[in-house]
């Protein structure tokens, strides 16, 4: 009895400091991921995902060997084997087969090691901390980080922090975007941070999680961003009213419609002509600031090889773009644009109808299920309500930017996260300290 007794005492005091290791290790990887090796790089002098240089390639490649090994030995395994799934391994077969018909199927090999390795990374963050307890601190170390590096930002460095004139983008002189390449990624970041004051809040975090709504929400705003300042208090209604009364079918039926709405209203327009004239009639900008010709000409060069599609990051840069003829018809001069403004188009160019209807599955039926499955826990109905509105505020802003499958892309990250958080929500029961 004497033993048994001594051992209590002895292990006691260590489970408290692994539980607190793995919750900081958490949050350094979520923080890493969020501020990249590179903070304060304009877009204009940005690589794309941010896997293109030797200090990218380096630090990535040692988080994620970092992310691995801290799995292994400090995850729990059941909440590893929930967070597996086949039919994202499927998706990145796709993903991987187009890289063989790719201008640089090196180049583009290499996007996919970065874009697997960030999936990695953001598996661990979900999967080290033992409870929520810990998971509610990795998000307040990755958003501090972020909101007083980019606060800061606009003091110490205004011309890096914010847009200026004297970059191509000219018209967003004065923006906010912080530590990121551009306010585009800026605004969903600082979005999903609202996102996560507001679970704060909810798990009685009251102080952190006001003062990250708040800082987040100012940032938002001065992003200039208008579809980021729409969207968070539609989605924050959208998801937390029904939630709230249990009505999680209805959540999912409503982002259905909703998400079926922006298709309609944005690149539907091409599809359905009456919509642009209805658009038009309203005196909204139903070019969506020239958005509308680079999807036509993107939908027209993707009837001719809609099955396999151009390449994982290759259609805009390669000749069929950059040595096209001027496309008259058109009101934007299309061929030195990087990408689509559609996240869903660019899947479909890049790797061909097939994957687009994979990733729709992976990325939207499959998390709407699990979020109507989430497990009638407290801590998995806060979560999944948090992961939800951070997925449906970026399926939302993938009808106008794109992010999918782009390496290290903080906007990527996020949904990967929420993806699979989700599924960890619907299968584990998930615990509080508190």
């Not at 990325?363 to 979560?383: A, S």
């Amino acid at each position: 009895m004497s033993n048994i007794g001594n051992l209590k005492r002895t292990d006691a005091p260590m489970a408290i400091p692994m539980r607190l290791v793995a919750s900081l290790l958490a949050g350094l990887i979520l923080c890493v991921l969020l501020v990249s090796f590179r903070p304060f790089q304009p877009a204009s002098t940005a690589i794309a995902g941010g896997g293109g240089d030797l200090v990218n390639q380096l630090g990535f490649g040692a988080l994620g060997g970092v992310s691995i090994l801290a799995m292994i030995v400090l995850a729990d395994p059941r909440r590893l084997l929930s967070l597996a799934s086949p039919l994202w391994v499927v998706m990145f077969g796709f993903v991987f087969l187009s890289t063989f018909v790719a201008v640089d199927p090196g180049a583009a090999q290499r996007a996919v090691i970065f874009t697997i390795i960030g999936v990695l990374c953001v598996v661990a963050v979900l999967a080290l901390p033992p409870e929520m307890d810990g998971f509610s601190l990795a998000l307040i170390i990755a958003a501090t980080a972020v909101l007083v590096l980019s606060y800061v930002g606009l003091v110490v460095v205004p011309d890096l922090a914010k847009h200026t004139a004297g970059e191509i983008e000219s018209e967003h002189a004065g923006l906010w975007r912080g530590i990121f390449a551009h306010k585009n990624v800026a605004g969903p970041v600082m979005a999903s941070f609202a996102f996560a004051g507001i679970y704060l809040i909810r798990r009685d975090w009251r102080k952190s999680g006001a003062a990250i709504l708040i800082f987040a929400l100012v940032f938002v705003a001065h992003t200039g961003s208008k579809t980021s300042t729409a969207l968070v208090p539609m989605v924050i209604l959208l998801v937390m009213v029904p939630g709230l009364f249990g009505l999680r079918i209805l959540t999912a039926l409503l982002i259905v419609a909703a998400l079926a709405g922006f298709f309609c209203f944005t690149i539907g327009t091409l599809f359905f002509p009456p919509l642009h004239d209805l658009l038009v009639q309203m005196g909204a900008d139903a070019t969506f600031t020239g958005r509308t010709s680079i999807w036509q000409f993107g939908l027209e060069k993707l009837r001719e090889t809609p099955w396999r599609g151009y390449g994982l990051e290759s259609f805009w840069e390669a000749a069929v773009v950059r040595q096209a003829e001027n496309p008259y018809y058109l009101d934007w001069d299309v061929r030195g644009i990087v990408h689509a403004h559609n996240g869903y188009l660019d899947i479909a160019i890049a790797m061909g109808v097939p994957a687009l209807i994979c990733a729709m599955v992976v990325l939207v039926v499959l998390p709407l299920v699990d979020y109507v499955r989430t497990l009638r826990k407290r801590e998995n109905i806060f979560l999944s309500d948090f992961l939800m509105m951070c997925l449906t505020f970026s399926l939302m802003n993938a009808f106008l930017e794109s992010f999918f499958f782009r390496r290290a892309d903080p906007v990527w990250l996020i949904v990967v996260m929420a993806c699979f958080g989700l599924r960890m929500t619907a299968r584990v029961p998930l615990q509080s300290r508190s």
